[in-house]
């Protein structure tokens, strides 16, 4: 079993940028993946990035790349989601979650960490 909790969620204004983090406790296995989703208000849950646990390799929305950048620390099991230049439209609650295989569909989620992105 694992489990995951989000943190570092917060208000920001218009350009600035957040850092969140994902703690995991439990067997994270070498062939898992650690991807970020967000919701927001009224719209379907939608990727944001992912994270090969072994090897490193990333993937990006396109509303996301060049702004943000996944990073994980294996020792400590966590996932950060550093996110700059950001716009209202990141306006979402942020979540976390593992895939135990590339390529398999995310079978742990975190409770998610509220993102508002306002002036």
């Known amino acids: 079993q694992v489990q995951l909790v989000e943190s570092g969620g917060g208000l920001v204004q218009p350009g600035g940028s957040l850092r969140l983090s994902c703690a995991a406790s439990?067997?994270?296995?070498?062939?898992?993946?650690m991807g970020w989703f967000r919701q927001a208000p009224g719209k379907e849950r939608e990727f944001v990035t992912d994270?090969?646990?072994?090897?490193?390799?990333?993937h990006y929305a396109d509303s996301v790349k060049g702004r943000f950048t996944i990073s994980r620390d294996n020792a400590k099991n966590m996932v950060y989601l550093q996110m700059n230049s950001l716009k209202p439209e990141d306006t979402a609650v942020y979540y976390c979650?593992?895939?135990?295989?590339?390529?398999?569909?995310?079978?742990?989620w975190g409770q998610g960490t509220q993102v508002t992105v306002s002036s």
């Open positions: 439990g067997r994270i296995f070498s062939t898992s993946v």
């Open positions: 994270i090969w646990w072994s090897g490193g390799n990333t």
């Open positions: 979650a593992l895939s135990r295989a590339i390529g398999n569909k995310y079978d742990y």
